[in-house]
């Protein structure tokens, strides 16, 4: 009787991080409702254009981040605007991000949006 209860407990604990996504890739339009990024359409290879553009919803609960200058340190929060900003001045080649997802295909719901500098920029 115990082992059941344990087992739907632990579906019902890791179902929603089966479901999660993350998405690498750059960051080329955002609005108060949704952000497209271009992500590799092979997302196994270490380089290579970003041909692959999705777009993703935003919800209010969505936090947003400039990553680490340093590693090991922590990334620092940001608001919407200032990632708008950073996605208007990078216009050209747009702004490299890390984008966390929860839900599946229509559902699906970014819930954290990390900004990086790449080097040589």
């Given amino acids: 009787m115990l082992r059941p209860s344990l087992a739907a407990l632990a579906l019902f604990v890791l179902a929603p991080l ?3 996504g993350t998405y690498d890739g750059l960051i080329t339009a955002t609005t108060a409702k949704e952000i497209t990024i271009k992500v590799r359409k092979d997302p196994a ?3 290579g254009d970003f ?3 999705k777009t993703l919803k935003l ?3 969505t936090k ?3 990553g680490p200058a340093e590693k090991g340190d922590k ?3 940001v608001t919407q605007d200032q ?3 950073a996605v208007a001045e990078g216009k050209k080649k747009g702004v490299y991000a890390r984008i966390e997802t929860t839900g599946k295909d229509k559902e699906e719901e970014v819930t954290r949006v990390i ?3 790449r080097k040589g920029e």
């Fill in 83 to 85: 990632v708008a900003d």
């Fill in 51 to 53: 041909t692959e553009s």
């Fill in 18 to 20: 089966a479901t999660a």
């Fill in 45 to 47: 290879a270490k380089k």
């Fill in 75 to 77: 990334p620092k929060a």
């Fill in 115 to 117: 900004l990086f500098v």
């Fill in 64 to 66: 947003y981040y400039f």
């Fill in 59 to 61: 919800v209010k609960t």
